[in-house]
Nanobody, 114 residues
Framework: QVQLVESGGGLVQPGGSLRLSCVVS????????MGWHRQAPGKERELVAT???????NYADSVKGRFTITRDNVQKTVYLEMSSLKPEDTAVYYC????????WGQGTQVTVSS
């Protein structure tokens, strides 16, 4: 059974930074496409960033240049470095692992507010 556990969310002021982590247990981490998604109140879940097993990355236009996704295949962890945060980045952030089957974490709340 694959389990994903996110951490690192919290309250931050506009312009601030946060780093989210997602630790994966079970499965073969290095084969998974890993992704971060987010869901704001009243909105659909949207893709934020993905990283392939080979390290290729993809970002939503709204976060390009501000967010960075990385992975550590030894620690079986994927990270999302977020900087220059805006109030519109407020959402629950979910980690996703995809290899034949897709698994989701429980989410971590990020609130950007002064």
């Amino acid at each position: 059974q694959v389990q994903l556990v996110e951490s690192g969310g919290g309250l931050v002021q506009p312009g601030g930074s946060l780093r989210l982590s997602c630790v994966v247990s079970g499965g073969i981490f290095r084969l998974n496409v890993m992704g971060w998604h987010r869901q704001a109140p009243g909105k659909e879940r949207e893709l934020v960033a993905t990283i392939s097993p080979g390290g290729s990355t993809n970002y939503a236009d709204s976060v390009k240049g501000r967010f960075t996704i990385t992975r550590d295949n030894v620690q079986k962890t994927v990270y999302l470095e977020m900087s220059s945060l805006k109030p519109e980045d407020t959402a629950v952030y979910y980690c996703r692992a995809s290899y034949l089957t897709t698994y989701w974490g429980q989410g971590t709340q990020v609130t950007v507010s002064s």
